[in-house]
């Protein structure tokens, strides 16, 4: 295995305009069409040599014995002894899981059946709590495509900061509200707090029944009896899909609400024409695997420490929040999954914003800064509004233009004035932002983490390192345990010397 990381770190590296120069058919050979999304990787700097290195390592990873497993339904999450099952959602998995998903959806789709015909009386809003994996997705694909086709009015709140959830409330008129209570474990003290409170405000606002308002999407029925959710409007989902891959099954309710059910299967489809490709096509026209061996090659052998997505599309500008948690929480790890140290940078850092704001205040760094930061342009074809002039078109030029000028910088007389240029970038440009669409591309980003923690030998399905910080809390909120100087001044500033 380290010999096969040798290679990788021994191939030449050669100027990207220089690549370009000397291979003629770059271009072709560095872009995969699928799901109506062209991914080139042409502006990267995968060699012939790198993608045969890279092949020999996912060889030496044993990458399709690991990806028939993920598949396959074997516990891959070795720490917490679970599969991990989000393709299930869209077709990809054991017979059982796919036909447990489809049970679950089809309950999903006889309660949105029913919300439409009234059984809630006339709603308007949906208050959807959940944070994390169960909220990041749901708030991605309603503000993607439900922008002018929702059919309620979404507000998903999250932190447990009040002011969330009092922002979100006020336009809402209690009377027409569905509260649905989003989490996985149905303990997550933030959730449960805000969904409280929501409760409270219901019955503030002469709601007779709240908890007859509430819809649970939780893979712990039983918690949620517990809380008071009547079981008929509990929507499960399995255990063995992450949070952080879980807008699928039942947490994506309220996208397929707003939405309508035609379009929540269009992303379904979507995801799974890309896992079609994730699992069959070979490693160099694999546009996850791709994208894993570019961001292995920056982060391994380059050192970058980060990689940048900019979404050049309003419809997508939560993207990059939605795969912080993706990419960093899967593969922000130390340890392999036997538990040896893993020796090398995992997960980079992922962040990014919106173009072309972000070239009006980041772009300076890429161009011109110390660090190598790998680019990730994210945009589509069709824009979603009408205007007249030439929005889409001046978007989309930005878009293109800095990818050119980050490769080829520019020399001047000056210092100052000058940009060195070989600066890596990817352009992923979709046809359009429809669910299908939507689908294919979180897809791609799933298997290409998964692909990502596979040539690291690690474990993409856990999370462990959240945890300390929240017991830590709970000691702090039961007082009696004393903490470094710093914390306790902190503690009693905040709440009183009798705080704690
Ligand atoms: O604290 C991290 C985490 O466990 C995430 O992995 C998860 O998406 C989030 O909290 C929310 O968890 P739950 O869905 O159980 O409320």
Not at 400 to 425: E, H, I, V, W
Request: overall charge negative; glycine content about 8%.
């Amino acid at each position: 295995m380290s010999d096969a990381w040798a290679a990788v770190e021994r191939a030449p590296a050669k100027r990207l305009t220089e690549l370009f120069a000397a291979e003629p058919d770059r271009l072709s050979r560095l872009t995969v069409e699928e799901g109506g999304i062209r991914f080139d990787f042409s502006k990267t700097h995968l060699t012939q040599e790198l993608l045969e290195a890279f092949e020999a390592l996912a060889d030496a990873m044993q990458f399709d014995r690991a990806r028939d497993a993920l598949f396959a339904g074997e516990k891959v999450n070795v720490t917490e002894g679970r599969a991990a099952e989000h393709s299930a959602e869209r077709g990809h998995g054991t017979p059982e899981s796919v036909e447990r998903a489809q049970a679950f959806h089809a309950r999903m789709r006889s309660l949105i059946d029913a919300i439409e015909a009234g059984a809630f009386g006339p709603i308007r809003h949906i208050l959807h709590i959940g944070i994390g994996g169960s909220a990041l997705g749901p708030d991605f694909l309603v503000d993607a495509i439900g922008r002018d086709e929702s059919r309620y009015d979404v507000a998903v709140v999250s932190n447990v900061d009040g002011a969330a959830l009092e922002e979100a409330i006020r336009r809402f008129d209690a009377t027409a509200t569905l509260v649905v209570v989003a989490s996985k474990t149905f303990t997550t003290t933030e959730t449960m707090l805000n969904a409280r409170s929501a409760l409270a405000w219901l019955e503030e606002h002469g709601v007779e029944d709240p908890y007859g308002r509430v819809v649970a999407l939780t893979a712990s029925p039983d918690k949620a009896i517990e809380f008071g959710v009547d079981e008929t409007r509990i929507l499960p989902f399995s255990e063995t899909v992450g949070g952080r891959y879980s807008l699928w099954s039942s947490i994506g309710f309220p996208a397929a609400l707003a939405l309508g059910w035609d379009a929540f299967e269009s992303l379904l489809e979507g995801a799974s024409t890309m896992d079609r490709h994730f699992r069959t096509a070979p490693l160099r026209e694999n546009a996850p695997v791709l994208a894993a061996f570019a961001d292995r090659y920056y982060a391994n052998v380059r050192g970058a420490q980060t990689r940048a997505v900019f979404a050049y599309d309003e419809r997508l500008r939560l993207l990059p929040p939605y795969l912080q948690q993706l990419e960093m929480e899967s593969n922000g790890k130390s340890v392999t999954v036997g538990g040896q140290p893993v020796g090398r940078a995992s997960s980079q850092i992922t962040w990014g914003g919106v173009g072309t704001d972000a070239q009006h205040a980041v772009f300076q760094l890429l161009h011109q800064g110390t660090h190598l930061v790998p680019v990730e342009f994210v945009a589509a074809v069709e824009p979603e509004h009408g205007l007249e002039f030439d929005h889409h078109r001046q978007l989309l030029i930005n878009c293109f233009a800095q990818g050119a000028a980050l490769m080829t910088g520019k020399q001047a007389d000056d210092p100052a004035r000058s940009y060195p240029g070989d600066r890596p970038s990817t352009t992923i440009l979709l046809d359009s932002v429809d669910p299908r669409t939507l689908g294919a591309l979180i897809a791609f980003y799933e298997q290409r983490t998964f692909a990502n923690a596979v040539l690291l030998n690690i474990n993409a399905f856990d999370q462990f390192g959240v945890e300390l910080g929240k017991e830590m809390a709970k000691a702090i909120d039961s007082g009696g345990f004393e903490f470094d100087p710093s914390t306790q001044a902190l503690i009693e500033r905040a709440f009183g010397p009798a705080a704690n």
